[in-house]
């Protein structure tokens, strides 16, 4: 009986120290999974905090709508620029809407309206027509305009002095007017007749050619405008042209830089030399032009851009700005056929490949 008694005492100890075991195994996985779980949750918010932090280093995110008037080589340059400069502004945290009106300002209107619904935080218009839908569009949304020659006239402005005010802004694509004169002067010093080709449409073509034929009229030359409505008309009067001129200028025209195939299949032909307001103008069918880069100045609009969305300038204070500097170039392959020799301070147009 006491050998029964003991052996039932000794697993009754066996089971009492079994079930402390378990016991307290149990309370340090629970222990454990306790510390796991709160490690996790501090990791969790050191990573959400890190991101947090990244984010705010990083900036605030913009969406940036541009409206471009037409597709020809000195608008995409000055998008292309303008998108530039901005990337590399900002990086990542700058998107672009880009919408192409082709050559409608009504179209313009549209994508404007599209902007200002959608809430982008900044408006390129590229081309006159672009800047016009955008001012009528909105007084609000930041608006930066290029290759706009002439804001006064574009936004009909009777007292502009050089900053427009509200929420427009931007660059100037004009080449100074008079130094065009010369040019077409110093090629063409026996010419008579200058015909100026220009699309009506166009408020600062107009303003061009009216500007330089006054210098040219000093200069002794004969002068008249040549003013086709859009493309539709433009193969006819640039025939007229051709009969009735022995040199032809042709302004910074948005319509006539869409359409230099078809001046050029006619004056070429007709043996009369183009001198041209811009270089995409000139290696369509130009001789000589004094131009600008577009890219240069699509540039200068994007750390405008980005002037205004970091808050570093009031957009309503921001002056007009101009391209610096201005070249003299020409088109060797219209030179040749025409026989025209070109003075040696001109650079060739290098041939699109």
């Known amino acids: 009986m006491k050998k029964i008694l ?183 010093p026996d010419a008579v007749n200058v015909g100026l080709l220009y699309c009506s449409a166009e408020a600062n073509s107009q303003y061009q050619v009216d500007t330089i034929q006054a210098y040219l009229e000093e200069m002794g030359y004969t002068c008249t405008q040549y003013s086709f409505s859009d493309s539709n008309d433009l193969s006819s009067v640039t025939t007229t042209a051709a009969s009735e001129s022995d040199v032809i200028y042709i302004p910074t025209d948005n319509t006539a830089a869409s359409n230099t195939e078809i001046i050029n299949n006619i004056c070429l032909p007709a043996g009369v030399p183009i001198i041209a307001g811009e270089e995409g103008i000139c290696s369509g069918c130009g001789v000589a032009t004094l131009s600008i880069s577009y890219y240069d100045l699509g540039v200068a609009t994007g750390e405008m851009a980005a002037r205004v969305l970091s808050g570093e300038e009031n957009i309503s204070e921001m002056p007009i700005e101009y391209a610096p500097t201005f070249t003299k170039k020409y088109n060797p392959t219209n030179a040749e056929e025409l026989g025209v020799t070109i003075p040696d301070d001109y650079e060739a147009i290098e041939a699109a490949e």
């Open 6 to 188: 003991a052996l039932v005492m000794a697993m009754t100890m066996a089971v009492g120290l079994t079930a402390c075991g378990g016991s307290g195994t149990a309370d340090s996985t629970a222990d454990t999974s306790a510390e796991e779980s709160a490690a996790a949750e501090d990791t969790a918010e050191d990573t959400a905090s890190a991101e947090d932090a990244q984010t705010s280093s990083a900036g605030d995110s913009y969406t940036i709508g541009i409206c471009q008037l037409v597709q020809h080589e000195a608008l995409d340059a000055a998008t292309q620029g303008f998108k530039d400069a901005l990337t590399e502004a900002f990086g990542d945290a700058v998107t672009f809407d880009e919408q192409n009106a082709q050559g409608d300002s009504n179209t313009c209107s549209t994508i404007v309206n599209d902007f200002v619904s959608g809430g982008v935080d900044l408006i390129l218009a590229n081309g006159t027509a672009a800047l016009q839908a955008a001012a009528a569009g909105t007084n609000e949304i930041p608006t930066l305009g290029t290759s706009i020659t002439e804001y006064g006239v574009a936004l009909d402005l009777d007292d502009f002095s050089g900053t427009v005010g509200g929420n427009i802004s931007g660059t100037s694509d004009l080449a100074p007017l008079d130094e065009q004169a010369a040019m077409l002067n110093e090629l063409f």
